[in-house]
């Protein structure tokens, strides 16, 4: 199994310009996130989704757009990437959301740098 | 609201010394807990979960925790410290009892080990 993977690993962005992450997981997880990583932030949600075709807003949603049409990629998406989204970022996958072992799997992450 | 606060952004120990990781979690109703790890460049890496079981965790790489309620704390210790060691660590909530159980990340402890 490879677990969670990513695409891109880098990207370099000019501000205005759009992308889209694309995480894959072959776990058969309902649940998957999108965080991103700052230094000295520590990790914030962006959007999670709680199975195939559901979407949620977390804590730093604004500036981004998500997508789950199949249940084993979550797409994310920057319509107009702005300098403040340089960061990097996580997706992780989670069996299910509500229960004892909530343990999330994460990707090896996007390095996105926004000019 | 859940919380978690990580005392130290940055810990440094000699190799062979013992490694203590500050972690200290807000909650309202019963905590599950998280240790994850992160190496250079890559994902995280669960460490260790308390899920109410038992309050003295062990987890990988000889890395335990002890839950006290009393204290709200969660450290992270390692009686002797390895180089292989060195990486962030964030310690975790999950807001289970919320719809999702999502996961709630303190901002990290990097951790150095000197030869």
């Known amino acids: 199994n490879a677990g969670v993977t990513q695409t891109p690993k880098f990207r370099v962005l000019k501000t205005g310009q759009s992308m889209t992450l694309l995480c894959a997981q072959d776990?058969?997880?309902?649940?998957m996130y999108w965080y991103r990583q700052d230094p000295g932030m520590g990790l914030r949600l962006i959007h999670y989704?709680?199975?195939?075709?559901?979407?949620a807003k977390g804590e730093v949603p604004d500036g981004y757009n998500v997508s789950r049409l199949k249940k084993q990629n979550f797409l994310l998406g920057l319509e107009s990437a702005a300098p403040s989204q340089t960061s990097v970022y996580f997706c992780a996958s989670s069996l299910s959301g509500g229960e004892v072992y909530n343990e999330q799997f994460f990707g090896p992450g996007t390095r996105l740098t926004v000019l | 609201a859940q919380s978690v606060t990580q005392l130290g952004s940055h810990v440094s120990v000699s190799e062979g010394a013992l490694v203590l990781l500050r972690c200290n979690y807000s909650s309202s109703v019963p905590p599950y807990l998280f240790w994850y790890v992160q190496y250079p460049n890559q994902g995280l890496q669960l460490l260790l979960k308390?899920?109410?079981?038992?309050?003295l965790v062990k987890g990988i790489n000889g890395f335990e925790a002890e839950f006290k309620k009393s204290e709200t704390s969660f450290h992270l210790t390692k009686p002797s410290a390895h180089m292989s060691d060195a990486a962030e660590y964030f310690c975790?909530?999950?807001?289970?009892?919320?719809?999702?159980?999502?996961?709630?990340f303190g901002k990290g402890t990097k951790l150095s080990v000197k030869p």
């Open positions: 975790a909530v999950s807001d289970y009892g919320g719809s999702q159980g999502n996961l709630i």
């Open positions: 989704s709680v199975g195939e075709g559901t979407t």
């Open positions: 776990m058969n997880h309902e649940y």
């Open positions: 308390y899920t109410s079981a038992a309050t």
